[in-house]
């Protein structure tokens, strides 16, 4: 599921922008839900090393009590990966989007900020293509949910089990079909029975894997190298 929150003082303008989201993304046949917040400091007090709660980020440059590259500064100290759009009158901050490597900057435009808000949607679905999250489809589409909401996968005899935060989806299949689709996407193989999501690895200690979620997994002696060394690598980005 993509989570999206988009944050805006001015009531009508957030009224515009979640019903211009919610009919853009149903277009798209994704599974998303919208927050909408009137204050970024809410926003932010949501935000800790271990909750990373929205993947799409619509804030409004400049609000009452904090503005909105103030939030995505807040914002970045946790997420590196959550894709940020400013969407404000003041042009300055096309600019402040550069300091946080946000995706898009929508001017308010009242003649095309239809337009304009279409297009980085579009853009949005461009980086979830591009990006190490994709689409994942089980179950003949009964279960459908992005790559990076992925903790890990586990195999156990001939059933899969797709281990999200919250919940735990099941598939019949190969997890050698799914190592193969995840390749080049920040997953890895840590053990003949799993495949673990970089991203979510809190630290490895031995022959077990802590996840940002306090749950641990094994890593098997022939895969110890390779896992540390994606591990390191992905730390050395962030």
């Known amino acids: 599921m993509l989570k999206i929150v988009i944050c805006d003082d001015q009531p009508e303008m957030l009224s515009f922008l979640v019903n211009q989201t919610r009919e853009f993304f149903s277009s798209q046949?994704?599974?998303?839900?919208?927050?909408?917040?009137?204050?970024?400091a809410e926003v932010a007090a949501l935000y800790s090393p271990e909750n990373k709660p929205f993947d799409l980020i619509l804030l409004d440059?400049?609000?009452?009590?904090?503005?909105?590259?103030?939030?995505?500064?807040?914002?970045?100290?946790?997420?590196?990966?959550?894709?940020?759009?400013?969407?404000?009158?003041?042009?300055?901050?096309?600019?402040k989007?550069?300091?946080?490597?946000?995706?898009?900057?929508?001017?308010k435009t009242a003649r095309k900020l239809k337009?304009?808000?279409?297009?980085?949607?579009?853009?949005?679905?461009?980086?979830?293509t591009r990006s190490k999250s994709?689409?994942?489809?089980?179950?003949?589409?009964k279960d459908y949910f992005l790559s990076h909401e992925i903790y890990f996968i586990e195999v156990m005899g001939r059933s899969l089990f797709f281990n999200l935060k919250d919940e735990i989806k099941t598939?019949?299949?190969?997890?050698?079909?799914?190592?193969?689709?995840?390749?080049?996407?920040?997953?890895?193989?840590c053990h003949r029975a799993y495949i673990v999501n970089i991203a979510k690895i809190r630290k490895i200690t031995g022959d077990i894997?802590?996840?940002?979620?306090?749950?641990?997994?094994?890593?098997?002696?022939?895969?110890?190298?390779?896992?540390?060394?994606?591990?390191?690598?992905?730390?050395?980005?962030?």
């Open 29 to 40: 046949k994704l599974e998303f839900e919208i927050s909408e917040f009137d204050d970024g």
């Open 61 to 95: 440059g400049k609000m009452k009590k904090i503005h909105g590259d103030e939030l995505a500064r807040i914002i970045r100290r946790f997420d590196s990966e959550a894709i940020i759009i400013f969407i404000s009158s003041w042009i300055e901050f096309s600019i």
């Open 97 to 107: 989007g550069y300091e946080v490597k946000a995706l898009r900057f929508v001017p």
């Open 115 to 128: 337009k304009n808000l279409r297009a980085a949607f579009e853009s949005v679905m461009s980086e979830l």
């Open 134 to 141: 994709i689409p994942v489809s089980l179950n003949n589409g």
């Open 171 to 189: 598939h019949s299949g190969k997890i050698k079909d799914f190592e193969e689709q995840l390749s080049g996407r920040g997953f890895v193989r």
């Open 209 to 238: 894997i802590t996840l940002d979620n306090g749950v641990t997994i094994p890593l098997s002696r022939s895969k110890r190298r390779e896992v540390t060394d994606e591990f390191t690598r992905y730390c050395g980005n962030i």
